[in-house]
């Protein structure tokens, strides 16, 4: 007995000691993994509660853990108000990361803590409040009476699980909208890869303000001596540029180390090498998305912060919108905007438009069609300026259209984001349908079935 006790008393001191091993080694050097988990937790919830006014607890739940990687249930988070800052660490201690809140600028992911190093932000100005118009000049709505919609719209089939918004805006007004539980008109949503739609039409705006041209080359001063010398700001915007960037999300990788572990995303991206040449390969980047931000910031200078808004946001009402930056100041123009259901169909009624509010030109001449025309490397998949050609193909076969099937008009392209957020803009139709939610891919929801119905409803 005494030698079994003792044996015992080996194998809990040996326990104890490789679990304090462990402990200590996930302290100093804890895997990227953690490190990313982390990262992303801190930043989903940081700008759900301070930009959209959501409870942390219900977003960390719901948001983060439920649909998400395994690791991410034995992530915990801490809200610091006063701080305007949201941490997050593997059992709160493990691989910590730290988001900082600004107003106006939503929320930064600081991965290496270091708060200092993050700008200031300008101070930004509340928007006016809408007027009791009707939308898109003011708040109130003319629903259409027409059953056909009112009964897609109902249809949960339709309008997908986990249905945040659906706004139907036909011939500039809306017609039909809903909201999911605990979301309405009010909330800001995030729209993933749609924000890739807006950051394309913020460079538009700057070359109408003849601070940046499609044509110039080399787009950063590093890539002057090299082959990336070929590359052009409209390589960029096709996702031609021939760069090496890895875009899978659930574990390590180019865009989920860039997102949520760089504090320079664009110098990150930046420094990927070529692997084709320019025009030559499609290959959709988050990475080439930051980059662009970084370009058209260059360009305007001083004002960068605040052009945004100034530039394209004021001008056609998206007073909700918010763009976030890096821990460096730069916009993440791949990932981070937020804005009310209502907004975000304000832009694509705007894109629907010809990139004109209100009798105004914001956009070059030409601009929204040189969007929506094939990028050649693409192979009918995308546009030359951030937009899909076809609606998204969750559950589609290797080499099939995922629009196969489904009666849609010739004319019709996207904006598509992460999770189950989609903008379909049909101009020959002067229709825009906006869906947001929380509906993984693996799910196998099509937008294209909701908005194929509202085409024929609404022709």
Not at 277 to 306: C, H, K
Not at 417 to 425: C, L
């Amino acid at each position: 007995m005494r030698f079994i006790s003792k044996v015992l008393r080996w194998l809990l001191g040996f326990v104890a000691v490789a679990l304090a091993g462990l402990a200590l080694w996930l302290y100093l050097a804890p895997p990227s993994l953690i490190r990313v988990a982390a990262g992303y937790s801190a930043k989903i919830v940081c700008s759900n509660v301070f930009v959209a006014g959501r409870d942390a607890e219900r977003v960390l739940e719901l948001d983060v853990q439920a649909p998400g990687h395994p690791i991410l249930k034995f992530i915990d988070v801490d809200v610091d108000r006063e701080r305007r800052t949201v941490s997050a660490g593997l059992l709160g201690v493990f691989g910590r990361s730290i988001a900082v809140a600004h107003e106006g600028f939503g929320c930064a992911t600081v991965a290496d803590g270091d708060l200092d190093a993050v700008p200031q932000m300008p101070a930004v100005e509340t928007p006016a409040a809408l007027t009791t118009g009707i939308w898109p000049d003011g708040i109130a709505v003319e629903p259409s009476q027409d059953p056909a919609v009112v009964k897609i719209l109902d249809d949960k089939a339709l309008t997908g699980p986990g249905m945040r918004a659906v706004v139907v805006v036909k011939n500039g007004r809306i017609v039909g909208e809903r909201y999911g539980e605990g979301f309405t008109l009010k909330t800001p949503l995030l729209g993933w890869s749609m924000t890739k739609s807006v950051n394309a039409a913020i460079v538009g705006t700057a070359v109408k303000a003849g601070k940046l041209s499609l044509d110039k080359s080399p787009v950063f001063p590093s890539w002057a001596e090299e082959t990336r010398a070929a590359i052009k700001v409209a390589d960029l915007m096709a996702m031609s540029s021939g760069l090496e960037f890895n875009e899978d999300y659930g574990d390590v990788t180019d865009v989920t180390r860039m997102l949520y572990l760089e504090p320079d995303m664009a110098g990150f991206a930046e420094d990927k090498p070529a692997v084709a040449a320019p025009g030559t390969l499609f290959n959709y980047s988050s990475g080439t998305a930051v980059m662009l931000s970084r370009v058209w910031q260059d360009a305007i200078g001083a004002e960068a912060l605040t052009w945004p808004r100034n530039a394209l946001f004021a001008p056609i009402g998206m007073t909700s919108a918010v763009l976030e930056t890096d821990a460096r100041g730069t916009f993440v123009g791949s990932s981070y905007l937020y804005a009310t259901a209502r907004d975000w169909a304000r832009f694509g009624l705007f894109i629907e438009q010809d990139g004109v509010w209100n009798g105004t030109r914001i956009l070059p001449e030409g601009f929204v069609s040189m969007m929506r025309a094939e990028a050649a490397a693409s192979k009918g998949e995308y546009g030359q300026g951030q937009v899909w050609l076809h609606g998204p193909d969750a559950g589609t076969p290797p080499g099939e259209d995922p629009d196969r099937g489904f009666d849609l008009p010739d004319d019709t392209f996207w904006f598509l984001g992460h999770d189950g957020q989609s903008t379909a803009v049909i101009p020959s139709q002067r229709l825009v349908v906006v869906r947001l939610g929380l509906t993984p891919s693996k799910l196998g929801y099509k937008p294209q079935a909701m908005v194929a119905a509202l085409a024929k409803a609404l022709p």
